[in-house]
């Protein structure tokens, strides 16, 4: 047991320095920050959450923190468990920098842990192990995620993709009995990032498939509706709420995409020239890398001549002709498969799919002394050369601290996905000074407050029903409450431009917030009755399990020429236990 806790304890030290190693490259540049692609809008999650936690609001729908306060759903259609480390770090007076470079580095030793994991659930020796997990977290295209794209939430999505693998494979050889560990890793995926979960659920279903007789069992198929029953409980204080306000109304999401799934993929040969050469990322350079292009080849060809792992080998080459010009997005550009905006997404999938073969070594290649370790280097060096390219092709993406660490809040991603239809983003931008519009005519407001959580006011409308537009974007949820007894408020509804519209009629002071409704509110229900039925569930069973070890009944020793057998018997049946003599 000593040596066991030695070795990880060794181990997780080793991840946490290849996690610091990782952002040292490029994102911590002594003084300034690497700061490129998505980093505001994930800047302004960690600290609308963090603002959200000083009101003790801890779970956050609409955060007033965004827009300047109009609001912005973010934390409802963008799921951010994963950024309450960094959040709290805020709160406890941590600058932007030291809580953005922790997430950075905590991202990329959750994903070396979990890919460790894997590999031992895989059966691999602890250096395969160890291969398995650094390939995977060095594969070029999580690098370019990583470094200059800097999309967290697909990043941390990847973290759990290494352990679906593990858990499907072994599904696949009938080792049912830990069937919630597939559910853990699909859970993970549903808390991290809606597009990554979605590819795993296509990922899992072409293996599925594509092993139909092997699964056309009654225990595989329970074990796998049961991950499916447990992933949809936990998972539902995320996405019932979604599906309540995407029913409710209409959003850019939908109605206005910035991003063409058509438009988006790559031509063969580019794709080709790109992978081998490692080149750093832009739309039209995103690359395999030379490592897992060479190994797609060698073990597609490898495996089709000696029919092994065709299952994740057809799999992992239908998804790289997805991501050519070659397949035809055209047909399903208005299907459910055109949510994952860019092909090259897949390239997470197939960077796993032939880590996983070169690690599994049908070929024998690491039975030749220090190729494990030439492969590392090789690894290695290839990170340090794309770090190296990536600071000098984007030298003015390096920012001060200082300069990093003032937020804007009006960055809430490339395509605005979650504001309403309705709503003209370059307009809310010209009408930074937030105002109630209203007829004078109508109605008189005085005390009026308007900050980041609520809008209030007295009216006086006398007689007649005054409509007022407030500068709040509108979602479902908008609560309105008056206090006086000659006033009213009607429910809070959408106007033309997408702001939050109440009708009020007599005297009173209004007050409008964002509330969480009824569905979000039972899915929290449901998600938490779900986690403490499993929790009760995995204690009775640890308690069965002591109660069936304290029933061992001893009959007696028999020593033999090597060892020693202790023969005992467990209520009806009789069992035995050897060691060696020394």
């Not at 035809?328 to 390239?347: A, C, D, E, N, V």
């Amino acid at each position: 047991m000593k040596k066991s806790i030695k070795e990880n304890y060794l181990i997780l030290l080793l991840f946490l320095v290849l996690s610091i190693f990782m952002i040292g490259l490029v994102d911590w540049q002594f003084g300034k920050i690497f700061a490129t692609g998505d980093f505001h809008y994930h800047l302004d999650r960690i600290e609308t959450l963090a603002s959200s936690l000083k009101q003790l609001n801890f779970w956050p729908k609409v955060d007033g923190n965004f827009i300047g306060g109009y609001g912005y759903a973010s934390s409802l259609f963008y799921p951010d468990i994963f950024l309450y480390p960094a959040a709290l770090l805020r709160v406890a007076g941590a600058t932007p920098t030291v809580s953005y470079l922790f997430t950075l580095v905590l991202i990329n030793f959750v994903t070396l842990w979990i890919g460790y994991i894997a590999g031992k659930r895989l059966t691999f020796s602890v250096p395969k192990a160890l291969l398995f997990t650094i390939l995977y977290a060095f594969n070029i295209y999580r690098l370019q995620t990583l470094y200059s794209r800097q999309d967290l939430g697909e990043l941390m999505g990847m973290m759990f993709f290494p352990l679906v693998l593990s858990e499907l494979i072994n599904l696949k050889k009938c080792q049912t009995k830990q069937w919630y560990i597939l559910a853990l890793a699909m859970i993970g995926i549903a808390s991290s990032h809606t597009i990554s979960l979605f590819m795993i659920i296509v990922f899992a279903s072409m293996f599925v498939l594509l092993n139909i007789r092997t699964f056309w069992n009654k225990e595989r198929l329970l074990a796998i509706v049961k991950a499916a029953v447990l992933t949809v409980g936990v998972s539902a204080a995320i996405y019932l709420p979604i599906l309540e306000q995407m029913q409710n109304q209409h959003y850019a999401l939908t109605t206005d995409k910035l991003i063409n799934i058509t438009d988006e993929v790559l031509p063969l040969k580019s794709l080709i020239q790109n992978s081998l050469t490692n080149q750093v990322f832009h739309a039209d350079t995103v690359n395999l890398g030379t490592v897992v292009l060479i190994g797609l080849i060698v073990y597609t060809v490898y495996n089709v001549l000696h029919r092994k792992n065709l299952d994740i080998t057809i799999i992992a080459d239908f998804l790289f002709f997805a991501c050519t010009s070659y397949f035809p997005w055209k047909m399903l550009s208005h299907s459910i498969f055109s949510m994952i905006q860019f092909p090259w997404r897949f390239f997470s999938l197939i960077s796993l799919i032939v880590v996983y073969l070169l690690v599994n070594d049908d070929l024998h290649i690491f039975d030749k002394r220090y190729f494990e370790y030439a492969l590392v280097g090789v690894t290695l060096a290839v990170a340090i050369g794309l770090g190296q390219q990536t600071i000098t092709q984007s030298k003015d993406s390096l920012e001060a601290y200082g300069e990093f660490n003032k937020i804007d809040s009006y960055y809430i991603g490339a395509g605005h996905e979650y504001l309403p239809s309705e709503v003209s983003y370059p307009r809310v931008l010209d009408h930074k000074q937030r105002i109630i519009n209203y007829d004078k005519n109508d109605i008189a407001l005085s005390n009026v407050a308007i900050n980041r959580s609520y809008v209030a006011f007295n009216f006086d409308t006398g007689n007649k029903t005054a409509k007022v537009q407030l500068p709040l974007i509108y979602y479902k949820g908008y609560q309105a409450e008056v206090y006086g007894d000659d006033g009213s408020v009607t429910p809070p509804h959408i106007s033309h431009s997408g702001l939050t519209v109440v009708d009020l009629k007599g005297t009173g002071t209004v007050k409008v917030q964002y509330e969480k409704t009824f569905i979000q509110k039972l899915s929290l229900i449901i998600s938490g009755a779900t986690l403490l039925l499993m929790l009760l569930t995995y204690l009775n069973s640890r308690r069965h399990k002591y109660i069936s070890l304290s029933t061992e009944i001893p009959i007696f020793v028999m020593p033999t020429e090597y060892n020693y057998v202790f023969i005992y018997q467990i209520v009806d049946g009789v069992n035995s236990v050897s060691w060696n003599k020394g």
